[in-house]
């Protein structure tokens, strides 16, 4: 069996958490290393940190997908005394490749936050903060007739055509396409030097730009022209809000007391630190993976009755006291939550087309021992 290049990977990674969704300070992307290269073992992780290079040199892994992206400072020198000098020693010489999806992995539908909030089963949810919103595009696609339903169904499975809470709408009209098949061409139908004419659908439907990728892929693959006709044109309808953080509600309310295990046993922690009345019943939910703690008034106009969030410090948790805001930190590290996701993924998208084996880092990266 083939590999599959770590190009390709990245490619059907990006469908799903594009670099344009990363705030701009960020540094996402290819952090070390080529992308033009086959690869076998991929390896998910949280951040990379020596002892998680360690493990990826043992396990032969050639490309490392992080969520923390391992150049963020400005670095001035490579200087081997160092650790991240070390670190990036180690990934030249064992020749493995890191690429970094941060806040765009934040901002996704699906991603971080999308992922906490499955887990804590926050329901009717939008972004805590607004980074954007998504462009909406109109696409226009020519089906022959026996082909309407395939097609129609998978665009519609891809994301096209999602209106409120409406998915799979569509609009088509029927009338007849030609075509002539030139030299070198295998058509689906008609033969090569005659004009061809074929009674089609003209369908068309909307596509956030975000998913406009995964739409145009799964079009072409059930499409059976070997070249699609089709139309795109950029919209000025307003399409959904992107962000990071994600608000919504608890289907019943919940006493915080409960609610704070819940916490503890979504994300595995076997403590956190908690502020606010732990006998309140709590519905509004808000939460931010990684360090939000200066989004406490963002959280608290949201309608928030509580906020999770990591690294909040002593003075901040005090003005979201006073506010009648209750805290929840679970720690910065609970992110890693989203590995398993990135796995499934990986292998939803990507295996099948080539031998390839995705783990997750068994290092544990959180600094913190609470003793
Ligand atoms: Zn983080």
């Known amino acids: 069996m083939t590999k599959v290049t770590a190009q390709h990977i990245i490619k059907q990674f990006e469908r799903w958490s594009p670099k344009n969704l990363a705030y701009d300070w960020d540094n996402v992307g290819l952090q ?3 992308l033009n290269k086959p690869v076998e073992n991929v390896m998910v992780t949280l951040d990379v940190l020596e002892n998680v290079v360690d ?4 396990k032969q892994v050639d490309l490392i997908i992080a969520h923390h992206p391992l150049l963020f400072v400005k670095l001035n020198q490579i200087n081997f ?4 000098g070390r670190v990036v020693r180690k990934l030249i010489k064992h020749d493995i490749t890191v690429y970094a999806a941060h806040t765009n992995l934040d901002v996704a539908e699906g991603g971080v936050n999308d992922v906490m909030a499955d887990i804590l089963e926050v329901k009717n949810r939008k972004p805590l903060i607004e980074t954007g919103k998504d462009e909406l595009v109109k696409l226009t696609v020519f089906v022959p007739e ?3 339903e395939q097609v129609r ?3 519609g499975h891809a994301g096209a055509g999602y209106i409120g809470n409406y998915s799979h709408c569509t609009f088509q009209v029927s009338g007849e396409g030609t075509f002539k098949p030139q030299e070198g061409t295998t058509p689906y139908i008609g033969k090569q030097g005659e004009l061809e004419q074929v009674d089609e659908k003209r369908v068309e439907t909307i596509v956030p730009k975000s ?5 145009l892929k799964a079009m072409e693959d059930s499409h059976p022209y070997e070249e699609v006709a089709y139309d795109l044109y950029p919209l000025l309808n307003e399409g959904q809000s992107l962000g990071v953080g994600r608000v919504g509600r608890l289907e019943q309310p919940i006493r915080l007391r409960d609610f704070v295990e819940k916490v503890k046993v979504g994300f595995d922690v076997p403590n956190l630190r908690v502020s606010g009345d ?3 019943n709590i519905q509004t939910v808000a939460l931010l993976g990684g360090s939000g703690e200066k989004y406490i008034h963002k959280a608290k106009a949201s309608g928030a009755d509580v906020y999770i969030t990591g690294d909040m410090t002593f003075h901040m948790t005090q003005d979201a006291m006073e506010m009648g805001l209750a805290v929840i930190d679970p720690g910065h590290h609970v ?4 590995c398993s996701k990135v796995k499934q993924y990986l292998e939803e998208h990507c295996i099948g087309e080539g031998k390839l084996n995705i783990i997750i880092s068994e290092v544990n990266t959180e600094p913190f021992t609470i003793m």
């Open 55 to 58: 493990e990826a040199i043992e």
């Open 146 to 148: 026996t082909h309407l």
């Open 153 to 155: 169904e998978s665009i």
């Open 211 to 215: 998913k406009l990728s995964a739409v």
């Open 32 to 34: 070390v290393g080529t």
């Open 278 to 280: 732990l006998e309140k």
């Open 335 to 338: 992110e890693k939550v989203v």
């Open 81 to 84: 005394d160092t650790p991240k």
